[in-house]
């Protein structure tokens, strides 16, 4: 399982995550199972894990363990499994990170790092959409958006018009041919810093994972038992504040709403004022945990 994927604040967020040992708990982002093998390993036998990930890549990772059951889906979907296996969760964990392993297996192009690899990034391989499909067929006014809004892209026009103009020469199916046709903005010595901003938005857009999200948190709140735990590692801004303001408020845009006596009315409360963040040790053995955040909230109990 490291090899697919090694698993960030694995430690902090399956302690804050496990209040029962004996309870029933998500993971949301099964990836390389890494999570799940460490929440397994501190659960007793009557407890239960249901796991999800909607690439099939990862669910032929799951171990062997009658306590453990697979669900081949998006996340969005949690509350619909929830009742569908009639049960409420003591914890729900959610690591938003795109696994090492679709990284780095060129075919599944989610990296510039490898040149005229298929322009997919599809995290489920089945879905209908691919970044190609997106590149060659959104009109510029959408891709400036989706570049603004998921990428912070400096200069999204002009990204957008480059992308329009190369796809009329020919169409753009590979990361080389992205690559190539954003080459005359890429400042020297950055190159990898702005493609990284612009690959990130549209795999974003691809796999509808701002959408997904904002679901996601729906159901796992209405899914959690009372006092139960919903712990969430996000890796960019937009998520975290997603995240961030569904705690805080209730609602993914951060809108306060109070009862007739004033109160806030939210379904959770932050059990961590401020993100926990990975320790220095650990971002030298694994880059990709430099920007992670950990957020913790608890299910508010009936008053």
């Known amino acids: 399982m490291s090899e697919y994927h090694t698993p960030v604040m694995l430690d902090e967020s399956v302690s804050a995550l496990v209040i029962n040992p004996d309870g029933v708990y998500a993971d949301a982002t099964f990836g390389g199972g890494g999570h799940t093998a460490e929440l397994l390993s501190r659960l007793h036998d009557g407890a239960r894990v249901i796991a999800f990930d909607r690439d099939r890549d990862a669910v032929r990772n799951a171990p062997d363990d009658r306590r453990l059951t697979m669900v081949h889906n998006n ?15 003591d914890g729900i964990l959610a690591d938003l990170g ?48 989706i570049l603004r809004l998921y990428g912070e892209v400096d200069q999204p026009r002009r990204v957008a018009q480059l992308v329009a103009a190369a796809r ?26 702005v493609l990284a901003k612009i690959y990130q938005a549209l795999r974003i857009e691809v796999n509808q994972e701002m959408r997904s999200l904002e679901k996601f948190l729906e159901g796992a709140t209405a899914s959690l038992k009372e006092g139960g735990r919903l712990v969430v590692i996000t890796y960019h801004s937009l998520e975290d504040r997603m995240v ?16 007739l006596y004033g109160r806030a009315v939210t379904p959770l409360v932050a059990v961590n004022r401020k993100p926990v963040l990975p ?14 955040k950990l957020r913790i909230a608890e299910r508010r109990t009936a008053e």
């Open 279 to 292: 320790q220095e040790e650990e971002i030298a053995g694994n880059t990709r945990a430099r920007s992670a």
């Open 168 to 193: 009329e020469e020919q169409p753009i199916r590979t990361t080389g041919d992205l690559d190539r046709a954003l080459a005359r903005i890429l400042p020297k010595g950055a190159e990898h810093k």
């Open 98 to 145: 795109v696994s090492s392993h679709q990284f780095d297996t060129a075919d599944r192009g989610f990296s510039f790092r490898y040149e005229d690899a298929p322009l997919d990034m599809r995290m489920n391989a089945e879905g209908k959409t691919t970044a190609a499909d997106l590149v060659n067929g959104a009109a510029v006014e959408d891709l400036e958006r």
């Open 75 to 89: 996340f969005r979907f949690i509350e619909n499994y929830a009742r569908h296996y009639g049960v409420r969760f």
């Open 244 to 259: 961030k303001n569904w705690i805080k408020t209730g609602n993914v845009e951060g809108r306060e709403e109070k009862d």
